[in-house]
T-cell receptor, first 115, second 114 residues
Framework: AQSVTQLGSHVSVSEGALVLLRCNYS??????LFWYVQYPNQGLQLLLK??????LVKGINGFEAEFKKSETSFHLTKPSAHMSDAAEYFC?????????????FGKGTLLTVNP | SAVISQKPSRDICQRGTSLTIQCQVD?????MFWYRQQPGQSLTLIAT?????????ESGFVIDKFPISRPNLTFSTLTVSNMSPEDSSIYLC???????????FGSGTQLSVL
């Protein structure tokens, strides 16, 4: 069975500061990993994905994440936060060998950006 | 990318009633899914909506409580039946086109049961 743990349900940073959102996973097989973002009153949008290619993955809006197998982590970072980054972020894992490629999500981390 | 319209966006319902949530995609998708997000919890997959046949439910979810229809490749409904306050959640539909990475989500339905 797969599981995802997002450390910190709420992260607050100042505009221009580093954003670090933590995600650890548990999977019995090499997983696919995803970060989604949800802005208020909108659906989830894919930020970036890891599908067994390069371990450092770049996504939209300046975000990137690094897959570290030894640490079973896939933390999301952005060097400089912008006010528009305020949203809820979800880490998700999938078993690429599963018939439906179902996603297992973390509980989400709400990012607030202070001026 | 596909656009998924989900309605209603929110509703407040009385205990014992039922609510049907609709999900319309602007293009054909190979698979559609329904998720639930309870307060403070992660998104949990309820079922996979299969076109023209019965949905495939995850452990802990049953058809009598969450009947799902998918009459074609662009539309699906989820009904929350005989509601109780424990059903108060956000319900999300999603659709996948082709490769797995192309998974799109509706904006969700915020349901409150009194």
């Amino acid at each position: 069975a797969q599981s995802v743990t997002q450390l910190g349900s709420h992260v607050s940073v100042s505009e221009g500061a580093l954003v670090l959102l933590r995600c650890n996973y548990s999977s019995s097989v090499p997983p696919y990993l995803f970060w989604y973002v949800q802005y208020p009153n909108q659906g989830l949008q894919l930020l970036l994905k890891y599908t067994s290619a390069a371990t450092l993955v770049k996504g939209i809006n300046g975000f990137e994440a690094e897959f570290k197998k030894s640490e079973t982590s896939f933390h999301l970072t952005k060097p400089s936060a912008h006010m528009s980054d305020a949203a809820e972020y979800f880490c998700a894992v999938s078993d690429p060998g599963g018939s439906n490629y179902k996603l297992t999500f973390g509980k989400g981390t709400l990012l607030t950006v202070n001026p | 990318s596909a656009v998924i319209s989900q309605k209603p966006s929110r509703d407040i319902c009385q205990r014992g009633t039922s609510l049907t949530i609709q999900c319309q995609v602007d293009s054909q998708v190979t698979m559609m899914f329904w998720y639930r997000q309870q307060p403070g919890q992660s998104l949990t997959l309820i079922a996979t909506a299969n076109q023209g046949s019965e949905a495939t439910y995850e452990s802990g979810f049953v058809i009598d409580k969450f009947p799902i229809s998918r009459p074609n490749l662009t539309f699906s409904t989820l009904t929350v039946s005989n509601m109780s306050p424990e059903d108060s959640s956000i319900y999300l539909c999603s659709g996948r086109t082709g490769t797995f990475e192309k998974l799109f989500f509706g904006s969700g339905t915020q349901l409150s049961v009194l």
